[in-house]
């Protein structure tokens, strides 16, 4: 199972969530109470393992502010996480060794999920980062072969229960695992908690990602 740890504004939370088993960490560029800057991002990002995706998350910004950030913070690759279109991924895409693209649980635009060329598919609530959980039957919607990440008002409560319904191939976390009223922090009692009842309800290890500017082969995956 796949466990991306997003909202990280800070070296320690980042070395934190790594040292606890984190495949991915998440770095909001978006206006948000997390959001982060280029340089605090750029600085975390060189004391990361290799083999941890560092992935920035962008709401409607253009693709030339994405692929800039992402080259000259070290990212491994982006979350599109707005209205983005399948033009603007196609913009994105030769700039991240990971791509990865949010969508609403319910939208309708998941009928063309795989024009995106993305790696995975972020299902979340309607309102991103809003600790919201959606309805897990609305997953069904979600193309057969695609890798999903399942986020959305995650905890370690209830990611097991989350799992067992949607079976992604990942989950995705932020406020889910915060201090309490400083969504600034990560609260390492709950990461821990959280990683290990996500790996518990899915031991198997997630299948890796191919980590290039060649994108996930959809048809591939669903013959």
Same mark, same amino acid.
């Not at 980042?14 to 606890?20: D, N, P």
């Given at each position: 199972?796949?466990v991306?740890?997003?909202?990280? #504004?800070? =070296? =320690?939370d980042?070395?934190?969530?790594?040292?606890?088993g984190?495949d991915a960490?998440?770095? !909001?560029? +978006? %206006?948000?109470?997390? @959001?982060?800057? /280029?340089?605090?991002?750029?600085?975390i990002?060189?004391?990361?393992p290799p083999d941890?995706?560092?992935?920035?998350v962008?709401?409607? @910004?253009?693709?030339?502010?994405?692929?800039d950030?992402?080259?000259?913070?070290?990212?491994? $690759?982006? @979350? /599109?996480?707005?209205?983005?279109?399948?033009?603007?991924a196609?913009e !994105?895409r *030769? +700039?991240? @060794?990971?791509?990865?693209?949010?969508f *609403?649980? $319910?939208?309708?635009?998941?009928?063309?999920?795989?024009?995106?060329?993305?790696?995975?598919?972020?299902?979340?609530?309607?309102? %991103?980062?809003?600790?919201?959980?959606?309805?897990w039957s609305?997953a069904?919607?979600?193309?057969?072969?695609?890798?999903?990440?399942?986020?959305?008002? /995650?905890? %370690?409560?209830?990611?097991?229960?989350g799992?067992a319904?949607?079976?992604?191939?990942?989950v995705? !976390?932020?406020?889910?695992?915060?201090?309490?009223?400083?969504p #600034?922090?990560?609260? %390492?009692?709950? !990461?821990?908690?959280f990683i290990?009842a996500?790996? =518990?309800?899915? *031991?198997?290890?997630?299948e890796?990602?191919?980590l290039?500017? =060649?994108?996930?082969d959809?048809?591939?995956?669903?013959?």
């Open positions: 199972m796949f991306k740890i997003c909202g990280i #504004t800070n =070296e =320690e980042a070395l934190m969530a790594v040292g606890l984190a960490i998440g770095f !909001v560029f +978006a %206006p948000s109470p997390r @959001q982060v800057s /280029l340089g605090t991002v750029r600085d990002v060189k004391r990361l941890v995706l560092a992935i920035g962008f709401r409607d @910004q253009s693709p030339a502010e994405v692929v950030t992402v080259l000259e913070a070290g990212l491994s $690759g982006a @979350q /599109l996480h707005g209205h983005e279109t399948a033009r603007d196609a !994105v *030769p +700039a991240c @060794q990971v791509l990865f693209v949010a *609403p649980a $319910g939208d309708p635009g998941l009928e063309h999920v795989a024009d995106y060329h993305a790696d995975a598919i972020l299902l979340d609530a309607p309102a %991103p980062g809003s600790g919201h959980v959606f309805d609305l069904e919607a979600v193309p057969i072969g695609a890798r999903v990440i399942l986020a959305g008002g /995650l905890t %370690p409560d209830n990611v097991a229960d799992i319904t949607v079976r992604p191939w990942g995705d !976390v932020s406020s889910g695992v915060e201090m309490r009223d400083d #600034t922090r990560k609260d %390492p009692l709950k !990461v821990h908690a290990r996500a790996r =518990e309800a899915a *031991p198997a290890e997630a890796p990602l191919p290039g500017p =060649e994108p996930f959809w048809a591939e995956k669903g013959d």
